[in-house]
């Protein structure tokens, strides 16, 4: 696993000097990654998720493991990602608008969109972290840790935002296991139309559920501190 720890190990440090009084402030691994979630690539076919942002709704162990449980900030996160080959790199970034990337996504659920009144649910971009390039880090797990922290509140969803595409997907699990992504009523079955959440306070439906896969990320989150009573 390459990780890069630097920015969590300074975080550590700094709750330790923040004294008793705020020791309730705590490292939360939202979405946490387990052995179970392991991208499909390589592999024929070679599995990824494209153009659209998407959060896991339910694992083996989680009913909804991507919904903030406490006010914080997002100080990194984290992705495991396959090992494409070369000719599946070159597909990839012909059909799907160019080379792998990826960037975190806060979303607050909101209701159905006057729009559109048919939808089962949508959700609005609170605020989003960098775009990042994947590809150097092909067949790895890294974490990135983000330029600027990113506030959080209770309730809220970290979701994965694809522009393009990205061998982060694992597939073949349990029936129970299930990601949504921000697609519309008919096109759920196409991967290659542009879906994707790319400004704040951006609205879309998430319409599409897909059954016995995961996304393979996981966001890093500082609890704020309250004092001890």
């Given at each position: 696993m390459n990780k890069r720890l630097f920015p969590l190990l300074a975080v550590f440090g700094a709750l330790a000097l923040i004294g008793p009084a705020l020791a309730s402030a705590r490292i939360i691994d939202l979405g946490a990654l387990d052995s179970v979630a392991k991208p499909g690539c390589p592999g024929t076919p070679c599995y990824a998720i494209s153009r659209t942002t998407g959060y896991q709704t339910r694992n083996a162990t989680s009913k909804a493991p991507m919904v903030v449980t406490r006010n914080g900030r997002i100080v990194a996160w984290t992705i495991a990602l396959g090992k494409p080959?070369?000719?599946?790199?070159?597909?990839?970034?012909?059909?799907?608008?160019?080379?792998?990337?990826?960037?975190?996504?806060?979303?607050s659920v909101t209701k159905k969109s006057k729009k559109t009144p048919?939808?089962?649910?949508?959700?609005?971009?609170?605020?989003?972290g960098e775009i990042v390039k994947l590809k150097p880090y092909f067949g790895k797990t890294v974490q990135f840790a983000l330029q600027r922290s990113i506030p959080v509140k209770k309730g809220q969803i970290v979701a994965l935002t694809v522009p393009t595409w990205a061998p982060a997907l694992a597939t073949g699990l349990d029936s129970s296991t299930v990601w949504k992504a921000s697609r519309g009523e008919g096109q759920c079955e196409d991967t290659q139309g542009q879906t994707s959440q790319l400004a704040a306070k951006q609205f879309s439906?998430?319409?599409?559920?897909?059954?016995?896969?995961?996304?393979?990320?996981?966001?890093q989150i500082v609890s704020d501190p309250t004092p001890n009573r």
């Open positions: 080959t070369t000719k599946q790199i070159k597909f990839f970034d012909s059909k799907l608008g160019g080379e792998a990337t990826a960037q975190l996504t806060i979303l048919k939808a089962k649910d949508g959700a609005v971009v609170s605020r989003q439906d998430y319409y599409c559920k897909y059954t016995t896969a995961r996304i393979t990320y996981s966001a």
